[in-house]
C-alpha cells in the first residue's frame, strides 16, 4: 500500500496538489518572515521554515493554553483545563480528520485538481432548458 502511495509522486497529480499548497504556505510563510522582519529579525531560509512548523503546531497546543486559564478562572484544577483540551481535540478534531484521511484515501480527493483544470471532476451533461435550448 505504501509503494502505490508513493507512486502518486511519478505523476502530473503531484503538482495539481503541490501548487494549491503553495499557494496558501508561500504567503503565510512569507508573512510570518515579514512579521519577524518587522520586528527586527532577519530570518534564514530555514529559520522561516522552523517557524511555520512551529506556528502549525501551535494550533494543536493551543487549545492547552487557551483551555488551562479559562479553567484556573472558574476555579477549577488547571490539570482539568488540559483534560478537557484533550477531550476536544480527540472528540472534535480526530473524527473530523479521520473522515478527512478516509476520503482521501478512497480515491475522492479529485476535488483539489479539479478547480485547477477549471471543471467539475465529473463529466458534464448536456440538459435541455425550459424553452428547449440546450446548456451544458
Known amino acids: 500500500m505504501a509503494q502505490r502511495g508513493f507512486a502518486i509522486l511519478r505523476t502530473w ?3 495539481e496538489i503541490a ?11 512569507l508573512s510570518l518572515r515579514f512579521l ?3 520586528a527586527g529579525l532577519t530570518m534564514k531560509f530555514g529559520d522561516t521554515l ?3 512548523g512551529m506556528a502549525s503546531l501551535s494550533s494543536l497546543v493551543a487549545l492547552q493554553f487557551a ?3 479559562a479553567i484556573g478562572f472558574a476555579d477549577g484544577p488547571l490539570a482539568v483545563g488540559i483534560a478537557t483540551a484533550t477531550l476536544a481535540q480527540l472528540w472534535l478534531l480526530l473524527p473530523v480528520t479521520l ?3 478516509g476520503i482521501l484515501t478512497h480515491g475522492s480527493g479529485r476535488l483539489p485538481a479539479s478547480p485547477l483544470k477549471g471543471r467539475s471532476s465529473e463529466t458534464t ?3 435541455p432548458k425550459a424553452n428547449g435550448a440546450v446548456w451544458p
Open 13 to 15: 497529480r503531484t503538482f
Open 19 to 29: 501548487i494549491p499548497t503553495l499557494m496558501i504556505y508561500l504567503p503565510d510563510s
Open 36 to 38: 519577524a522582519k518587522a
Open 50 to 52: 522552523v517557524l511555520v
Open 67 to 69: 483551555y488551562t486559564p
Open 99 to 101: 473522515v478527512a484521511t
Open 125 to 127: 451533461k448536456v440538459r
